[in-house]
């Protein structure tokens, strides 16, 4: 069983940054891919960016969110960050922490692929 708590969230002016924060523990969650996801109001749950806990791990990005977003993780804190710098009013959303295991390059960017999911923390951009 892993567990998963979001934090981090809140509101910002578009062009400014937000950093959130997902603080995972259970016996095997370094076992686990870690991805972070989003769901805007009416719209289907969309993949963000993702990783491992491997040291020197790739990380991937949804192309509307690389080069001002960037996933990393902290071993020592077992957390999972999302970095988010020059936010737009389309990254309003709630934003889920999510892990999982057998993940591979064509299914990392499916919600369905992924075990375990945070309580989600919510980002409102205001323009």
């Known amino acids: 069983q892993v567990q998963l708590v979001e934090s981090g969230g809140g509101l910002v002016q578009a062009g400014g940054s937000l950093r959130l924060s997902c603080a995972a523990s259970g016996r095997t969650f370094r076992a686990y891919a870690m991805g972070w996801f989003r769901q805007a109001p009416g719209k289907e749950r969309e993949f963000v960016a993702a990783?491992?806990?491997?040291?020197?791990?790739?990380?991937f990005y949804v192309d509307s969110v690389r080069g001002r977003f960037t996933i990393s993780t902290d071993n020592a804190k077992n957390t999972v960050y999302l970095q988010m710098n020059s936010l737009k009013s389309e990254d309003t959303a709630a934003y889920y922490c999510a892990a999982g295991s057998g993940i591979t390059l064509a299914t990392m960017r499916s919600p369905a692929e992924y075990h375990y999911w945070g309580q989600g923390t919510q980002v409102t951009v205001s323009s």
């Open positions: 990783t491992t806990w491997l040291s020197g791990s790739s990380t």
